[in-house]
């Protein structure tokens, strides 16, 4: 485990640098072409992360920050792991870690970075900074695609910091797209416009990655993503109460947005459709909240974070969190010797690793991954020597150790989401959100383990072993 080592969105660019991992980008449009490089540099398998300037139309300076954690090397980098390590290894290094975090409150500041520009009342004009138009079918331009909404409970005053979609429709005026009514954002947003009050919002762009990664999670409701982010980086994230709102944002933050989120029965905009990280587009406009940005502050030289759903395999940690929640949640329902997880395709395939140790040990634990599973139609597991983040190596077992008509199970009516474009649009319209699950045993039948043909092919192990002895050579 190596420290955390950045403070800002500006030291982990720093570090990427210093990485080799950057490739600086001049002259790329903010309506569809950045979007287009970003997505086509996500492919490539190196992956690089990209900082775009002399965006047409702006102030040089005015940039944007793309596939910041993109590849397992900056995601482990993100979370204070050692980037060297293959794959598998930083997501069980993440596993480990995440049990043991402790949360760290964040600390008030009389001062901020954000605070060198500022844009009040009738001065505020978002045009000035970089908003994509991400997909050439997107409804409009995003400067919320990895930003922080942040709203503060009216009766308990606990402050929520979430990944939610923001359009800009106007100088001072954007959309939140919350998702659904159950996001912690909705409910908070909810509680002022029942008493007839707008709601107090703040928008973080260019957030530190650990700031990134809190918003992702599903922390449970009271739970603090500033105390997560301070925990991953092993110390306190330093906020600042807003001018105009009061609410805490991140001292750090590149550019700030605050005003009020207006009652949806009172104001409302069609927000959408945007590309979502199945690479479909899941829903057509629909009626969104609208935020009245009553002032913008900024640093000079802002740097807008960027990361907008991709077309599948490309997601925006080079990491599967959820594959570690999956691995955990096995180990506390009793399944033994689970030696690895991960999932393919932004997290819509999910493999197991095992050692088998009884007949129905496979099974168990594809019946476990499948229940928690979100959106996945595919989980596959394998024997312990098959490596679970190679694909290649788990289609390998898939090909020679599953018999379809004795392996494959399906499970009905399972957890999926709106977002599956597989969906019937009478099934979506009725809030109808379940799929079929496919469960591959791609294990050796385990009354064949003592004689099945023996592999040619190095243990994972040995593969890792190899590496280590020739690091220049297969890096």
Known sequence: MTAVDYNDLRDFIGLV??????????????????????????????????????IPGLRPGHRVFTNATVSTRRAALALGIDPTL?????????????????????????????????????????????????????????????????????DEGWVNAAIYRVQVHGPNRVTIQFDHKGRHGAMISRKYWDRGQPCPVAIVNG??????????EYLPERQSEYAFAGAIKQTPIETFAL????LPVPARAEIILEGMLLPFDQDNLPE??????????????????????????????????????????????GIPFRAASIWANLEACGVADVVGAWQHVSQLMTVIAIKQRYAGH??????????????????????EDVDPSNLADVMWAVTTRAEP?????????????????????????????????MIIDACIPFELLGSYPPTSALSVEEAQAVRRRWPDILA
């Open 207 to 216: 957030q530190d990655p650990a700031l990134f990664i809190a918003g992702f």
């Open 272 to 317: 959408g459709p945007f590309g979502e990280f199945t690479g479909y587009y899941a829903a057509d406009r629909r009626p969104a909240p609208v935020m009245d940005v009553q002032a913008v502050h900024y640093r000079s030289n802002p740097i807008l974070l960027g990361s907008p759903p991709l077309k599948p395999p490309r997601f925006h940690f």
């Open 362 to 383: 496979a099974k168990r634990a594809g019946l476990i991954a499948a229940a928690n599973s979100y959106m996945g139609r595919i989980v596959v597991v394998v024997d």
């Open 86 to 154: 293959p794959p598998l290894e930083v997501l069980k290094a993440w596993k480990s870690r995440r049990v043991e975090l402790k949360p760290l409150d964040p600390v008030p500041v009389k001062d901020a970075a954000f605070l060198e520009n500022s844009q009040l009342g009738d001065q505020v004009d978002l045009g000035v900074f970089p908003c994509p138009i991400w997909h050439k079918r997107d409804g409009g331009p995003y400067i919320g695609s990895g930003s922080l909404v942040i709203t503060k409970d009216p």
């Open 405 to 437: 008509s004795e392996d494959v199970d399906i499970v009905r009516n399972a957890w999926s989401s709106s977002l599956d474009p597989r969906l019937s649009m009478e099934d979506r319209n009725a809030g109808r959100t379940s799929n079929s699950k």
């Open 17 to 54: 640098e210093g990485m080799g991992d950057l490739k600086r980008v001049d002259g790329a449009s903010a309506d569809f072409e950045l979007g287009a490089i970003t997505e086509v540099a996500a492919g490539l398998p190196a992956c690089p992360a990209l900082l775009f300037d002399q």
């Open 243 to 246: 001018p105009v709102t009061g």
